[in-house]
């Protein structure tokens, strides 16, 4: 009888084994490689025109616009897919719908992994469908989630305030100074831990301040920071003004918060094509130094203390008066002509401009300005011409940063 069992035992365990053998459990998505003629999950028809169906919320990338699209745009989750894929089809129509979610706070792309092998060998795609957030053009964060819309949007809203990320490369370091204005950096021994979590603390209280942190000595030393720095160090980079100011206290979340906000805006600001617009349409009163690049540093250092002075007060914008371009249209439109420094109080409001005669002292300019402040000054305007409030931008701009304590 025992034998008989044992017998009956063996063979069920054969026939289950046999079975294991020719029809294997099905992978997971995760896990997924298969070539298209190998795939038997469901009917996919249609293959190469599904992903049009979404083309009205989610735009579609390729290896030619993929760069520029991440280098205009802020936060980006990208999903690749392949488009004979039967997980990617199921999830396109959620992802579409997340992107509805999203509409103003980030943009939701695909790109066919399959077709666009470059992209995808840049970015290790190994499975479709993959998802990853990308801020400011560098991969941050993979999503692992439950793939509905809604956990989707609520994953990107809150990997968005988390208000840190991650530089491991040059690469990824030069396309984030194509994106910001103005950025914090941070120098640590380790990507996670204390140092790390004082940084993110102190990045919830600036939300127009974008933080990143690095381990590399080469993507510090591209942010201006020297690669053989003590650990912690940090910068904060104003490339609208080409600025870069080291931070010298003890590295808390407090003292970092602090220092940015006497930081981050700056007591004079260099006008460039990239911020014109900021300044043109700022509601202040301005007190506007033309002064050409070089023999005029004394000037310069002058009118700063005058915006020390005046903080708060009075915008201060330095314009680089015989540079081509910007500086040397904007004294033009002004009626600035020469070499010789010129000070000029500027109303946005009415666009009038009020010129400061005589020799340009310390004294002399802080009671322009607070004149200026007073409604004291004669009235020795005319109307701005229109042309330099619609100046046009460009990108792709160098700057030369000024490290200032």
């Known amino acids: 009888m025992e034998k008989t069992k044992t017998l009956l035992l063996l063979l069920t365990s054969s026939i289950i084994l046999f079975k294991l053998y020719l029809f294997p459990p099905t992978q997971?998505?995760?896990?997924?490689?298969?070539?298209?003629?190998?795939?038997?999950?469901?009917?996919?028809?249609?293959?190469?025109?599904?992903?049009?169906?979404?083309?009205?919320?989610?735009?579609?990338?390729?290896?030619?616009?993929?760069?520029?699209?991440m280098g205009k745009n802020r936060n980006v989750m990208v999903m690749f897919y392949a488009n004979w894929c039967y997980w990617s089809k199921k999830l396109a129509p959620e992802f579409a719908?997340?992107?509805?979610?999203?509409?103003?706070?980030?943009?939701l792309v695909m790109v066919d992994a399959y077709l666009e092998k470059d992209l995808a060998?840049?970015?290790?795609?190994?499975?479709y469908p993959t998802l990853y957030l990308f801020v400011a053009g560098v991969r941050q964060f993979q999503f692992f989630g439950e793939r509905?819309?809604?956990?989707?949007?609520?994953?990107?809203?809150?990997?968005?305030?988390?208000?840190?990320?991650?530089?491991?490369?040059?690469?990824?370091?030069e396309r984030i100074l194509t994106v910001?204005?103005?950025?914090?950096?941070?120098?640590?021994?380790?990507?996670?831990?204390?140092?790390?979590?004082?940084?993110?603390?102190?990045?919830?209280?600036?939300?127009?301040?974008?933080?990143y942190q690095t381990t590399s000595a080469d993507v510090?030393?591209?942010?201006?920071?020297?690669?053989?720095?003590?650990?912690?160090?940090?910068?904060?980079?104003?490339?609208?003004?080409g600025k870069a100011t080291p931070f010298r206290h003890q590295f808390t979340r407090l003292a970092i918060a602090n220092f940015v906000t006497h930081t981050k805006h700056p007591l004079v600001v260099t006008l460039t094509i990239h911020n014109a617009q900021f300044v043109f349409q700022d509601p202040r009163k301005q007190l506007w130094l033309f002064a050409p690049a070089y023999g005029s540093d004394k000037v310069i250092l002058t009118f700063e203390e005058v915006a020390k002075a005046l903080k708060g007060k009075l915008?201060?914008?330095?314009?680089?008066?015989?540079?081509?371009?910007?500086?040397?249209?904007?004294?033009?439109?002004?009626?600035?002509?020469?070499?010789?420094?010129?000070?000029?109080?500027?109303?946005?409001?009415?666009?009038?401009?009020?010129?400061?005669?005589?020799?340009?002292?310390?004294?002399s300019i802080k009671s322009f300005g607070e004149e200026f402040l007073?409604?004291?000054?004669?009235?020795?305007?005319?109307?701005?011409?229109?042309?330099?409030?619609?100046?046009?931008?460009?990108?792709?701009?160098?700057?030369?940063?000024?490290?200032?304590?």
Request: with cysteine.
């Open 97 to 107: 719908a997340a992107a509805k979610m999203l509409k103003g706070e980030a943009d």
């Open 148 to 173: 509905t819309r809604d956990v989707i949007s609520a994953c990107v809203r809150e990997k968005m305030t988390l208000g840190t990320y991650s530089i491991t490369t040059t690469d990824e370091a």
């Open 28 to 69: 997971s998505h995760e896990d997924l490689k298969a070539e298209p003629d190998e795939l038997e999950l469901t009917n996919l028809n249609n293959n190469h025109t599904w992903p049009l169906l979404y083309a009205k919320d989610v735009v579609s990338l390729n290896g030619k616009n993929f760069s520029e699209f």
């Open 374 to 405: 007073d409604d004291k000054l004669l009235n020795q305007s005319d109307q701005i011409s229109e042309t330099i409030l619609k100046l046009p931008l460009q990108s792709g701009a160098s700057y030369q940063l000024r490290t200032h304590e």
């Open 315 to 363: 915008l201060h914008v330095y314009v680089e008066m015989n540079s081509e371009g910007v500086g040397r249209r904007v004294s033009q439109e002004f009626g600035v002509s020469g070499n010789a420094p010129r000070v000029i109080a500027y109303s946005a409001r009415d666009a009038k401009k009020y010129v400061l005669n005589g020799e340009l002292t310390l004294s």
């Open 220 to 241: 510090a030393e591209f942010f201006h920071i020297h690669p053989k720095s003590k650990r912690p160090a940090l910068i904060f980079l104003h490339l609208e003004a």
């Open 180 to 211: 910001e204005s103005k950025l914090v950096l941070g120098f640590l021994h380790d990507l996670e831990g204390m140092e790390s979590e004082e940084l993110a603390a102190a990045s919830k209280l600036h939300s127009d301040v974008n933080f």
């Open 121 to 127: 060998k840049e970015y290790n795609i190994l499975a």
